[in-house]
């Protein structure tokens, strides 16, 4: 007799599915107490998993053993072409008692993501070695990565050849260069992106479209006199990529940041984002959240060191080849 039957999710599978929720929450927030505290609430939780079920073309699959529902799996696809014919597990769409049974839900429910043509598929998975491991053995690579800091407890100095300061006007035509810096990076090996790289024109015009905007703060880093670099800081609700169980209360947001490739390495990177980290502790946040590719070899060796760690893992699979 089978041990465990596999069935598609159904809206009455609901209040389960936030009970599993709820109880891998708690484990995540052993390891990251800055996450929020909300969702170890089933109710709140359940707000949650009934959004990830209520969005458009939403499907999935749950384990149930011996009666009781012991896994979920969720996902809906999103709009934006740059995912390409894709299919997304949100931070709610998923919660399994054993690690493995990721891997039989995954088994069921991706049968029809591909059947409708979706073969790109996404998946925010908390930093479990564990379920990041069965969804590694579902041919699941790792892309993105989310991260929090507290804010830091006393001022943090820049080096004395490095000067950190709010921009100006006039750092206008620099910013748009720098804005340009970091798609083109990230265009290119390894990391790929398709993000769309503006011309300097399309940078410059927004610039002075939005410079006064108070919702962000901009710095500039200067080296001999030059500015070579900048970091945007603004709160986390500003960012449309930090969601539900991974939007952690009253947190800032490290949203940008780049430096001009000639003067990389001098240590303007991390001056401009502990600016950022030190404004974000001026403006009374308890935390910091960034994140970035995986593959970009600059970003993804800066911050850790800069004392993020890392609370959820986007992992990425394209299925065909
Ligand atoms: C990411 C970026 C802003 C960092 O700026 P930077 O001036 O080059 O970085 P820094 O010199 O301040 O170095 C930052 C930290 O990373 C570490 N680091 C840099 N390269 C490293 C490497 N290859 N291996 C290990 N650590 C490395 C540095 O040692 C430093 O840590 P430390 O101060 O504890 O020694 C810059 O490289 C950049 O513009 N990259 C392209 C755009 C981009 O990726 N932006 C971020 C998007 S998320």
């Known amino acids: 007799m089978a041990r465990h039957v596999i069935r598609p999710f ?19 927030r052993k390891r ?11 109710r709140l939780a359940l707000v949650e998993v009934t959004a990830a079920w209520e969005s458009e073309g939403a499907s999935g699959a749950v384990m149930v053993e ?16 740059a995912w390409g014919p894709n299919i997304w597990v949100e931070a709610a769409g998923h919660a399994v ?31 479990d070695a564990e379920l990041i491991d069965a969804w590694f053995r579902l041919a699941f690579g790792s892309q993105h990565a989310h991260a929090i800091r507290p804010v830091p407890d006393s001022p943090l100095q820049p080096p004395r050849d490095l000067v950190i300061r709010r921009a100006a006007r006039t750092d206008i035509p620099v910013l748009a260069e720098l804005d340009v810096v970091l798609p083109q990076h ?17 940078a410059l015009a927004d610039w002075e479209e939005s410079f006064d905007d108070p919702a962000y703060a901009t710095f500039v880093a200067e080296y001999n006199d030059q500015v070579i670099g900048s ?27 780049a430096v001009l490739p000639s003067a990389r390495g001098l240590g303007a990177g991390r001056a401009l984002g502990e600016a950022v980290l030190q404004w974000s502790a001026d403006t009374g946040y308890t935390s910091v959240v960034t994140d970035w590719r995986v593959t970009n070899l600059l970003s993804s060796r800066a911050w850790p060191r800069l004392g993020f760690r890392q609370t959820f893992h986007r992992l990425h699979r394209l299925i065909g080849y």
Request: overall charge negative; some cysteine.
């Open 10 to 28: 159904a809206e009455a599978d609901l209040p389960a599915a936030a009970g599993l929720l709820t109880q891998r929450h708690q484990e995540h």
């Open 32 to 42: 990251h107490p800055l996450l929020p505290p909300d969702y170890e609430d089933e």
């Open 66 to 81: 011996g009666g009781q529902i012991t896994g979920y799996l969720l996902a809906a696809p999103k709009p934006s072409p």
């Open 97 to 127: 008692r054993d690690p493995e049974h990721i891997r039989d839900l995954y088994g069921a429910a991706a049968t029809r993501w591909v059947d409708e043509g979706r073969t790109a598929h996404y998946v925010l998975v908390p930093d």
């Open 186 to 202: 990230q265009g290119r090996s390894p990391v790929f992106s398709s993000a769309e790289v503006p011309t300097l024109e399309e």
């Open 231 to 257: 970091a945007i800081g603004c709160s986390l609700d500003k960012s449309s990529a930090h969601n539900g169980l991974a939007r952690p209360d009253n947190a800032g947001f490290l949203g940008f940041a």
